[in-house]
């Protein structure tokens, strides 16, 4: 009896330690005009990932606006409440899980991160607005049972600028939805975030500079990952938290690792290999690290058959050999 309570704790704890070492494998599940079908998924299972980021949208007219325009009839399905409901219920009806991720879009494609308002009745007025954004889908992802819920996005002055909104709006959250919480800060962003003791993992939407070579090598990728990942280890020490790449990827263009950030409509050359390079540097660097939770690679369009493809030099990877990149390392990090 002995020898057999001993193999049942060696196995109860060899399961505890497989399920702490599942890694989010995840797609940023791009909002479209429709509705998303089974076999829309399916290409999402085919890949083995087994988190999706759901992305409804509010709009803002300014840089310096303090009003934010959600869950309207003018907006894609995909992009509202109902929408983003539709999504979260067919992607955990098929065992993948979600990440309900409200952006804000800004007018001509303004970086989010300079949002800031000139009065402080302005900064009040856009507090008070994305209080009832978030607090709206922190509602769905209630409702929904979604697995993790992200505050916000690339944040960066609104952050800096309204620190006790911030810490406020997650305790308002926190009495809405009981789950898992995360902000995704910009890669310039998250050491400067304040409130990361509040929340379950430290987000970063992970864009950051690696090298300046056309075509760079998995080698000269993770040489130049070196400097960023001794800051972000340190951090994920300092606060106790887990590391979460809320977004992660690269163009399928040359110098895709000098500035991954970019998503100008530019005409650079398509450069596959480069996007292959780069994306596994990116899981050969942090997907073994047991202080990293894993990432959602950016962006993955629901019409898989009409997405990517070998002449387009975007983010996605779909239809490009950084496909089967990302399936292969999805594969060989999922739970067994």
Partial sequence: MKKLRLLFLCFLQFSCSSQVQEKINGISFVASREEVAQEHVQEVLNIHANHAAVMPF??????????????????????????????????????????????????????????????????????????????????????????????????????????????????????????????????????????????????????????????????????????????????SKAKNKLVLFTEYGYRSTDKTAWKPWSADRHENPVNLEAQVNATKAIFEEFWGEDWFAGGYVWKWFIRHKEAGGGEDNRFTPQNKPAQGVIAEFYEKHQSK
């Avoid at 607005?129 to 697995?147: C, G, P, R, V, W």
């Fill in 58 to 235: 509010g709009f803002i007219r300014e840089v310096d606006s303090p009003e934010i325009i959600f869950d309207t009839e003018r907006q894609w399905f995909g992009e509202t409440k109902h929408g983003a409901k539709q999504y979260i219920n067919l992607l955990h009806k098929n065992g993948v899980k979600v990440m309900l991720k409200p952006q804000i879009w800004i007018w001509r494609g303004t970086f989010t991160g300079t949002l800031a308002m000139n009065s402080e009745d302005d900064w009040k007025a856009l507090e008070s607005s994305y209080e009832k954004f978030i607090l709206n889908y922190a509602q769905l992802a209630h409702e929904t049972n979604a697995d993790i819920f992200c505050i916000g996005t690339e944040l960066e002055q609104f952050v800096k600028n309204r620190p006790e909104f911030w810490k406020t709006l997650i305790l308002k959250v926190k009495e809405i939805y009981k789950g898992k919480l995360t902000y995704a800060a910009n890669w310039d962003e998250y050491t400067r975030t304040t409130f990361w003791e509040e929340l379950d993992y430290i987000g970063i939407d992970a864009y950051f500079p690696l090298c300046e070579e056309v075509t760079p090598t998995v080698a000269q990728c993770r040489e130049g990952w070196q400097r960023h990942k001794e800051v972000i280890r340190a951090l």
